[in-house]
Antibody, heavy 119, light 111 residues
Framework: QVQLVESGGGVVQPGRSLRLSCAASGFSFSGYGMHWVRQAPGKGLDWVAVIWFDGSYKYYAESVKGRFTISRDNSKNTLFLQMNSLTAEDTAVYFC????????????WGQGSLVTVSS | DVVMTQSPLSLPVTLGQPASISCRSSQSLVYSDGNTYLNWFQQRPGQSPRRLIYKVSNRDSGVPDRFSGSGSGTDFTLKISRVEAEDVGVYYCMQGTHRWTFGQGTKVEIK
């Protein structure tokens, strides 16, 4: 069965960096685009970034462009999100989600990883 | 960017009664291939989102048939024919035509 497991979250000071990982299993990871979506405490869902199946295309929400970098290692079935220059507004649960090219939606989600930016 | 606007934001419903959520986009969601990439997600308390509906009206595997989606262009609706206790949560529309944008969410609770 499809599984997505995020890790790497925690408490970080403003201005510092953090790297999230998403370990995928149960499907052919190299055949799917992957996304990061975040949810601030008590708030709604906010799309963050996408990476094409082969890493050839990446796109970011304006709120994170220039600070966050999405990447993947298809040999290790793992998705990453490098987050730099973090601010309190980046505090959220970060979900990885599998992209479904036929529906341009997200058909599987991880359980999320909490990132708290605080001094 | 495409803005997705849901209403209502809070929806108290009686068990066994129908419920309806509206979602409007700031631009047409018809893609160049003729498809309309409008999805609906359910997020139960403490859980990750789960997709219910894709391409306006197609139910995902395992989704009860009391959930239905409809609409076109810029106006879309999610309907629950008879609300059950397990339907409590927040429902989000999301467009995938112009990259990806979520609505604000509609909280469904039992009266």
């Amino acid at each position: 069965q499809v599984q997505l497991v995020e890790s790497g979250g925690g408490v970080v000071q403003p201005g510092r960096s953090l790297r999230l990982s998403c370990a995928a299993s149960g499907f052919s990871f190299s055949g799917y685009g992957m996304h990061w979506v975040r949810q601030a405490p008590g708030k709604g869902l906010d799309w963050v970034a996408v990476i094409w199946f082969d890493g050839s295309y990446k796109y970011y929400a304006e709120s994170v462009k220039g600070r966050f970098t999405i990447s993947r290692d298809n040999s290790k079935n793992t998705l990453f999100l490098q987050m730099n220059s973090l601010t309190a507004e980046d505090t959220a649960v970060y979900f990885c989600a599998r992209g479904d090219s036929h529906t341009r939606g997200f058909d599987y989600w991880g359980q999320g990883s909490l990132v708290t930016v605080s001094s | 960017d495409v803005v997705m606007t849901q209403s209502p934001l809070s929806l108290p419903v009686t068990l066994g009664q129908p419920a309806s959520i509206s979602c409007r986009s700031s631009q047409s969601l018809v893609y160049s291939d003729g498809n309309t990439y409008l999805n609906w997600f359910q997020q139960r308390p403490g859980q990750s989102p789960r997709r219910l509906i894709y391409k306006v009206s197609n139910r995902d595997s395992g989704v009860p048939d009391r959930f239905s989606g409809s609409g076109s262009g810029t106006d879309f609706t999610l309907k629950i024919s008879r609300v059950e206790a397990e339907d409590v949560g927040v429902y989000y529309c999301m467009q995938g035509t112009h990259r990806w944008t979520f609505g604000q969410g509609t909280k469904v609770e039992i009266k």
